[in-house]
């Protein structure tokens, strides 16, 4: 099979209440893409995105002067699917299907960019529910249990209880990124803050505080895929796609079984724990040979759940190895997040993880960790996830 690599990146500027809207902002991000690897837009033959996303394959080839598209994918969840949508690209490109891919998501959620009444079109999609619910949100909903920060605070609270994990772990997370924030020009939040400004932030739902939370904002981000062959001839240093995975997990609040227990047999292990192995596995690789992570957070309490479940280190060790400063940039082991993730560079279900992860690789980030030759992405662990893994192509 064909190796795929990654030949192009491209993110719009990233800012609240942008007053622009999805298609453009998708389009301005697949252009810088295209124009980062030196390869026309007319070249473009596939397209991989999220099942919320707004923007239709048909505006997008319209604009861009496409004859065709030979490969048209989406994968499910939020967050979830930053590095699925990368994986599906890769794919296709692998197989032949095509050669062309842009992976792609476009978001206004802002509290003012509602452009509909659909829950995915712009704004909170909780703040559209109305006074009737017919969906699995009727079970949860009468217990306050309304929005994803509530949904989170329950999986929290069991890993404390679980593994005595505190608070304050969540929250050197959140320093460190704002730290990495602080360095980059392309971020929203670019105060650095203290563990004492952590705490002083107001709670959301406990033991989450609002500097854990990802951003609400409008922005795209894009990244071109094509065959390793072919990249080594276009303008940038390609980025090899090693490995990717997906898996099929519960959603938010049902992610409290991760943790479950029975007599017989103990823990249960997460869905990203069986996936971990099989990605690793296929790339004939292990946790020790990553240099720096993307981890995709809706909140900072899945950086350590991500890490436990990939196999960074032990159950139950996620907060204490934050706490240690491995996640943390310049010195820490593996430095998570090096952009400000989605509590300081911007919250674009996560797809924003990925040009960071080419910029480490290319040797070009803001906050460059020496010497990186592999790196990893995953989407949120608390939906239908996937992860990748990609090398410097030297």
Known sequence: MTRPAVVGIGQTHYAKDMHRTERDLALEAITRACDDAG?????????VSY???????VDLMTALGLRELRFMARTPSGGGGAASILGLAA???????????????????????????????????????????????QW????????????????????MHAYGT????????????????????????????????????????????????????????AVLVTSLER????????????????????IHTQLCEFFATTAAFGERDGGAVAAGRRLFGDAGLSPADVDVALIVEPFTVAVPLALEQYGFCARGEGGPFIASGATRWPDGSLPVNTHGGSNGEAFIHGVNHLPEAV???RGAACNQVAGAEIAFVCGAISDPAGAVLLGADR
Request: aromatic share 8%; net charge positive.
């Open 140 to 159: 949860h909903y009468p217990f306050g249990v309304a929005a994803p920060a509530h949904e989170f605070a329950l999986i929290a609270r069991r890993h």
């Open 51 to 57: 099942h919320i996303e707004q923007v239709a394959e």
């Open 166 to 221: 505190r608070a304050e772990h969540f929250g050197m997370q959140a320093v460190a990124q704002r730290f990495h924030a602080s360095r980059n020009p392309d971020a929203i939040m670019r105060d650095a803050i203290t563990l004492d400004d952590w705490a002083a932030s107001r709670p959301i739902a406990e033991p989450i505080r609002l500097f854990d939370c990802s951003l609400e904002n409008d922005g795209a981000a």
């Open 359 to 361: 910029r480490q690789l």
């Open 91 to 137: 794919l296709a490109v692998a197989s032949g299907t095509a050669e062309c891919v842009v992976a792609f998501r476009a978001r206004n959620r802002s509290k003012a960019a509602a452009y509909g009444r659909d829950p995915n079109q712009g704004g909170r999609p909780w703040a559209k529910a109305g006074t009737r619910l017919h969906d699995f949100r």
């Open 39 to 47: 390869v026309p837009a007319a070249a473009v033959d596939g397209f």
């Open 231 to 250: 990249a080594r001839d276009l303008r940038q240093r390609p980025v090899s796609v090693l490995g990717q995975v997906q898996y099929g997990a519960p």
